[in-house]
Structures are given as structure tokens and as C-alpha cells.
């Protein structure tokens, strides 16, 4: 018997149904609001984190010569326990270099399941890929790549 799973596009804001086209998103003072998911493309793949960094990040060099670099990501909500969340960011920028355990960062990426062989067993690691991690007193820079992460699925009118 097969199982068949179906997944609900996520939005930052939702609202009822419209006839018509889809609403694009828009940039406000307080960041990105997806008016709808209708406005979301199939597959979609986006991760937005605030949190401070729980530890110092380190840097590696891969046998391919890129540089990878890894961190947690504590998230406190205002309600609920705090989570931390595994963070991986291939080939950063030398800004990255000044990152230190307990800054408050944004990380833009997403979600990825990967498995490795070790100890002779199978395991899996649930992490997040960053494209980007911003300090979060970088609004500009924050509001940036948030609109750079949702353009290639906005659809265009």
C-alpha cells in the first residue's frame, strides 16, 4: 500500500481566497509579507531564523576546496521553549569570519535531510543550508536577501 502525503504552501500572512491573479508579496518597514499562498510556487524551500548564535562558529575546508561553515541557531519565542537549530553556510563571504558565539543573526536558506555512513549504521542530519546570515541589526541588508529569497518563486504578473 502506498502512502501518498500532500503539503500546504506556507505563507507569512494569509488571507481569503480572491478571484483573480494572485497577490504579489511586498517589502514593508517590517520586513516581507506574502499576501497569500496562492502566491507561492510548488516545491518551495525557504527558511527565515532569528536567533543568536549558541556557539562559536567554525570553519572547515572540504576536500573540494570550499570553505564550509557551521553554526546553531538558538530561537527563543516569546511563547514555548527555544530551539536550536543546526546551520551550515557553504563558501561564506570573510564577513562571516566575525560572527561570534551570541550575536543576533537572521539566517536566509533551506531545510535540508542528509544521510551518512558512520560507525557501520546509516544516520541523518536535519540541518539548515544558509544562503545568507545577516546580523540583525542590518535591517537593509536582512530586507535584501529576504526579497532575493522569495523572487525566484513569485510568480510574475
Not at 509579507?33 to 562558529?57: D, F, H, K, Q, W
Not at 570553519?59 to 516569546?78: E, F, K, M, Q, Y
Not at 557553504?90 to 542528509?114: H, K, N, S, T, Y
Not at 545568507?132 to 530586507?143: E, L, V
Request: charged fraction near 20%.
Amino acid at each position: 500500500m502506498s502512502r501518498r502525503s500532500t503539503s500546504t504552501p506556507l505563507a507569512a500572512v494569509t488571507s481569503p481566497p480572491t478571484i483573480g491573479p494572485a497577490p504579489r508579496r511586498t517589502v514593508s518597514d517590517r520586513g516581507v509579507v506574502a499576501r497569500s499562498a496562492a502566491g507561492v510556487a510548488e516545491g518551495t524551500n525557504i527558511v527565515i531564523l532569528r536567533g543568536r548564535l549558541s556557539r562559536m562558529p567554525e570553519h572547515r575546508v572540504l576536500a573540494s576546496g570550499s570553505v564550509l561553515l557551521t553554526a546553531d541557531l538558538t530561537i527563543r519565542p516569546i511563547e514555548g521553549s527555544s530551539e536550536t537549530v543546526p546551520v551550515v553556510w557553504f563558501d561564506p563571504p570573510a564577513q562571516a569570519l566575525r560572527l561570534d558565539d551570541g550575536d543576533d543573526v537572521v539566517a536566509i536558506g533551506r531545510v535540508r535531510r542528509r544521510f551518512f555512513r558512520s560507525g557501520g549504521a546509516t544516520l541523518s542530519r536535519t540541518e539548515v543550508v544558509a544562503s545568507s546570515i545577516t546580523t540583525a541589526r542590518s535591517s537593509a541588508r536582512i530586507r535584501a536577501a529576504v526579497a532575493a529569497a522569495l523572487d525566484p518563486i513569485t510568480p510574475s504578473e
